[in-house]
């Protein structure tokens, strides 16, 4: 079984403060995929970035940034000057084993205020 | 290209009618997900099809609902009869494989009164 918990329900920050959103997951497939989607109020569902279990470098894009742990099972998400357009639900998502089901964790609602 | 296409984008229906949602997924794109997104109950996979062929079908609320591929450009998910109970936003998504990134339609947002 796999499982992925996201136990920020709702965070605020006001605009260029950093800030990390978490994300724990739970498997037992040494071969994973974890991923991050971002939900804008308007709706849609963008995918920002897919890491596989080998991989556990930090990655970097812009103002976005990773950190993937295998030894707390982790995979935590920085922006860091957060802008009003952050402003949006993020989803953390895993995708392990045979069944090659994506499982959502229940998301974290940003706010990012002037 | 024109990433994941859903339609209708809104559907307003009445407890009992026949309600289905269609879904052009990315051209080349292997699997195709559908997902239903509730407030109590998050984002739900229904279904996900490989190379046309349903694979997992057990996120699938009841017989109420089906869903097709007929070719690797097309599919639909039916309600019938529909419940109000079934008011939901439901996305499509399509990937190279299944390991793969998945792409999201727009959704469909599903009102049965």
């Known amino acids: 079984a796999q499982k992925v918990t996201q136990a920020q329900t709702e965070i605020s920050v006001v605009e260029k403060e950093d800030v990390t959103l978490d994300c724990v997951y739970e498997?037992?497939?040494?071969?994973?995929?974890l991923f991050w989607y971002k939900q804008p109020p308007s709706g849609e569902l963008v995918f920002l970035i897919r890491r596989n279990s080998f991989d556990e470098q930090n990655e970097i894009s812009g103002r976005y940034s990773w950190n993937f742990q295998k030894s707390t099972s982790s995979f935590n998400f920085t922006i860091t000057a957060s802008q009003v357009v952050d402003s949006a639900v993020y989803f953390c998502?895993?995708?392990?084993?045979?069944?090659?089901?994506?499982?959502f964790g229940t998301g974290t609602r940003l706010q990012v205020t002037l | 290209d024109a990433g994941v296409i859903q339609s209708p984008r809104h559907e307003v229906t009445e407890m009992g009618q026949e309600v289905t949602l269609r879904c052009k997924p990315i051209s080349g794109h292997n699997s195709l997900f559908w997902y239903r997104q509730t407030m109590m109950r998050g984002l739900e996979l229904l279904i996900y099809?490989?190379?046309?062929?349903?694979?997992?079908d057990s996120g699938m609320p009841e017989d109420r609902f089906s869903a097709k591929m007929p070719n690797a450009s097309f599919s639909t998910l039916k309600i019938q009869p529909s419940e109000p109970r079934d008011s939901a936003v439901y996305f499509c998504a399509s990937s190279l494989t299944r390991w793969n990134e998945q792409f999201f339609g727009p959704g469909t947002r599903l009102t049965v009164l």
């Open positions: 498997t037992r497939d040494t071969t994973y995929y």
């Open positions: 099809f490989n190379n046309n062929v349903p694979i997992d």
């Open positions: 998502a895993l995708n392990s084993g045979t069944a090659s089901k994506l499982t």
